[in-house]
């Protein structure tokens, strides 16, 4: 789900540049010191683009996409899916809809920020039962936030 170009003001567009800047650059250490979480951030914004690109229809003013997060999230790790879901998002822009480049932060944000309060909420209490009532709880609490940051735009 993401927001279609000229719906938002500038305003906006900027203070969601620096908050996904800021999110991303908090992360960025850890990413760079273990270079196998490189190779999981790639290989989670290849599949988050496939998603992406497999399924999508417009709502309004903004568009529904199969995400698949979840997944990613449980076999990838938190910070490569945070990553992925940016550089996805940024792969998807540059291949197929160059026009949604201007709302890369934003769309970013959508996403990034329910999977941290996934991640730090749901997920670290139930990291290593994966039954599928927990991936429920953990899908359902994602999109709701993503949902959330939709409507927050």
Known sequence: MHI????LSSAKIAFANVAAIGMLGAYA???VKRPTLLLRTALAAVFFSVFMQVFHMPVGASELHFVGAMPIYLLLGFVPTL????LGLLLQGLLF???DLA???VNSLSLMVPLAAVHY???KRIAGQFTVANIVKLDFA???GVTLMVGFW
């Open 97 to 99: 809809d160059p026009q």
């Open 29 to 31: 250490p850890g990413l």
């Open 4 to 7: 279609e170009p000229g719906i």
């Open 83 to 86: 990553f992925g879901f940016a």
């Open 103 to 105: 709302h890369l932060a």
């Open 142 to 144: 994602f999109y709701a």
């Open 121 to 123: 909420g749901l997920g």
